[in-house]
């Protein structure tokens, strides 16, 4: 398994997979020149992609797709809601757009949506699992039931912490967009992700925190954070690797297989 966070962030939002022989490209919310940047630092082309799974139809996660798809006409998937919102749709090659329900066998792996609470038309997350299983949970107001079943059994887990609470009520951001971010439909805490985490029976190998606001969290502070409540629940933190996401600098981790 490999796997490559080429941005993650309020600017642009973009994962590249690969399992058992397959890659994927989770959302497009960067440009198509700095996406083929990060995937010849893989030593991939947009042509050796399988498949685009999107998360849901925000701009930070679909910037990007226009432009990919006139380039490439690679194979896009997500729930229909995600489908029918998307910016531009009319404009989009309709060949390339499939819409699904359920799970979905591509290559030699299974994507599994799980729904998320975000104000989208119809955000998911996604696992994927194949020899190993990576989960996708970012852009979500709080961790449900049907999330925290998601991410319990990840090999590898992306998991939003955008923002410190008390940083952003003290930020400098307009009274409404503080309530929609700390809302149930908004983006998960540093604190919500922490306890996430700890409510786990069996935590993954490597966590990746993603989607950080540039303006209302610090890198250091949300893996403090995290660090900080599993120490305080006794979880052992010998087995368990945090590593932060970025919105500037891709970061990798496995190798291809």
């Not at 209302?216 to 087995?239: C, H, Y």
């Not at 500037?248 to 291809?256: C, H, I, K, L, T």
């Amino acid at each position: 398994m490999r796997l490559s966070i080429l941005a993650s962030g309020s600017k642009g939002n973009a994962i590249f997979m690969e399992m058992d022989g397959t890659r994927l490209l989770l959302d497009v919310g960067i440009g198509l020149r700095r996406l083929k940047q990060g995937l010849a630092a893989l030593g991939m082309t947009l042509e050796a992609l399988d498949g685009v799974f999107l998360t849901h139809e925000h701009r930070d996660h679909v910037a990007g797709l226009a432009a990919l798809l006139r380039e490439v006409p690679l194979p896009v998937y997500s729930r229909p809601g995600t489908i029918a919102a998307l910016p531009g749709r009319d404009l989009l090659p309709p060949q390339c757009l499939h819409p699904f329900r359920g799970n979905m066998a591509i290559g030699g792996v299974k994507v599994e949506p799980f729904p998320l609470s975000h104000d989208a038309a119809e955000p998911v997350g996604y696992r994927v699992r194949g020899s190993r299983t990576c989960t996708v949970a970012t852009d979500l107001g709080f961790v449900t039931g049907a999330v925290q079943d998601a991410i319990e059994d990840a090999d590898v887990l992306i998991l939003e912490a955008n923002h410190d609470t008390a940083t952003l009520k003290q930020g400098g951001y307009p009274w409404p967009l503080k309530q929609r971010i700390l809302s149930s439909r908004g983006h998960l805490s540093n604190l919500d992700a922490a306890w996430a985490l700890a409510r786990m029976k069996r935590r993954p190998a490597q966590v990746f925190l993603a989607h950080l606001s540039e303006e209302n969290n610090r890198p250091e502070l949300a893996e403090e954070t995290v660090r900080d409540i599993l120490g305080r629940q006794g979880v052992p933190l010998s087995g368990l690797t945090i590593a932060l996401a970025r919105q500037r600098e891709p970061v990798s981790f496995g190798e291809s297989g």
